[in-house]
């Protein structure tokens, strides 16, 4: 296991606030099923307004990422990042604030903008300070801390919702949002220039040159596989982000009954199903099976089943039930991670970070569209601004069969067995 040098530990201390950025980020992202019956009632929207209200988050965040890239390339990585981060700041304030839907639309767009280089420009920084051999370590505390911020959004948000109400929430991170931007300016440092050469630097960068050629980009959206697995984690992070991150909430206010306190509650058995099937999975993927291709459609298959129980929910289900369908999804769709091993390996070393910059660029827009697609789907059903349980099913129902599409999809993803410290291509 890698040992920090004393002065990696002394690093690690600039890296806290990049971390609290990222938490921010899941926060925002995460936070709408919770206070989605609060949203409609004071914003006066329907089903369809509330999730296209949720969903502009994504769709701002996916648009962002190239230009991003080339903005981190051109002006470095921390002067980019502390600019969107202004811009997600105001976001903020403006949604906090918002009396209408087109001003929290407008809010909500700029936090995405504003949290889209949180996690890709710590990366970058991480690239720049630490040796390759501590990455893996740094950036899965970077990603531990960031789950955290989905933990943030569900019962300790709901609790703090109850005695103050969602727009003062939503100042308090906006004040903490402040205070990050500015540790991040006066403590951060782009790269110790002493030490790596630009070259170098340039080289090992985790993102993808944005000077990658029209032969690059043929390879990867040539390959087939490529477009089977962005369908997947269009389904996989587009229905998991419309449940977990939208749908549940009200699903669980409206058809079972609970309280704000009490959905939130239930709510946090998503991400504690995340955190322990991260780390369970990968190790299969990693140790056991040692094939990325069996592992994601083991788990797309395993998270679909868990979420038939929602499909009959006319009727409050029972609580047990409810939290292991919950609980069941977390675990299972943290194989999607696993995706970007998959296609990584699927294609030459130099055009990785293209391949999985565009699967990421499906999964954000995926959890867009599902969020703002099952919204109109259940206002249509329903014919009000009264959510009824037989919309809330028809519309899981459609999560779950486009779910199963995901699936069927992965079967005919060409597979990369990966033995010790090198891999092997089969033919599917």
Request: glycine fraction near 10%; aromatic fraction near 14%.
């Amino acid at each position: 296991m890698f040992r920090f040098r004393k002065e990696q530990l002394k690093l690690a201390w600039m890296f806290v606030p990049l971390g609290l950025l990222f938490l921010m980020s899941q926060f925002y992202r995460s936070s709408s099923a919770v206070i989605a019956i609060d949203l409609m009632r004071d914003l006066h929207l329907n089903a369809e307004s509330l999730g296209f209200l949720s969903s502009i988050f994504f769709y701002a965040f996916a648009l962002v990422q190239l230009p991003m890239g080339a903005a981190m390339d051109l002006f470095g990585a921390k002067k980019t990042l502390v600019i969107l981060a202004i811009i997600g700041l105001i976001g903020a304030v403006m949604f906090a604030g918002a009396h209408s839907l087109g001003v929290a639309l407008v809010g909500r767009a700029l936090i995405g903008v504003g949290m889209a280089c949180a996690l890709m420009g710590t990366f970058k920084l991480l690239i720049n300070w630490y040796p390759k051999d501590a990455f893996g370590t740094a950036s899965g505390i970077i990603f531990s801390v960031g789950t955290l911020g989905v933990i943030v959004a569900t019962a300790p948000l709901a609790e703090f919702v109850a005695r103050v109400g969602w727009r003062f929430a939503f100042l308090g991170m906006a004040v903490l949002h402040l205070l990050v931007v500015v540790w991040i300016g006066l403590k951060v440092k782009e790269s110790p220039k002493s030490k790596i050469p630009e070259k170098v630097l340039q080289e090992d960068s985790f993102l993808p040159d944005t000077r990658a050629t029209r032969r690059d980009f043929l390879l990867v959206f040539k390959h087939p596989s490529f477009w089977l697995i962005a369908v997947a984690t269009f389904v996989r992070y587009g229905t998991y982000g419309a449940i977990s991150g939208l749908w549940a909430g009200p699903f669980l206010r409206e058809v079972c009954h609970f309280s704000l306190v009490e959905s939130g509650k239930y709510l946090l058995a998503f991400p504690l199903g995340f955190i322990v099937g991260g780390p369970v999975i990968g190790f299969v993927s990693d140790k056991i099976l040692k094939n990325r291709k069996q592992v994601v459609f083991l788990g797309l298959s395993g998270y679909t089943l868990l979420m038939l129980p929602l499909c009959f929910g006319y009727r409050p289900l029972p609580r047990l039930l409810l939290l292991i369908s919950f609980a069941g999804m977390g675990f299972f769709t943290s194989a999607g991670g696993i995706m970007y091993a998959n296609i990584k390996e699927l294609l030459p070393g130099k055009i990785s970070g293209l391949a999985m910059t565009g699967v990421n660029f499906f999964t954000m827009m995926g959890a867009a569209t599902f969020q703002y697609g099952i919204g109109a789907f259940i206002k249509r059903l329903s014919g009000t601004n009264i959510l009824t349980p037989s919309a809330f099913a028809w519309g899981f129902r459609v999560c779950f069969l486009a779910s199963l599409a995901g699936v069927a999809c992965y079967y005919f993803v060409r597979e990369a067995h990966v033995v010790g410290d090198r891999m092997e291509m089969g033919e599917v």
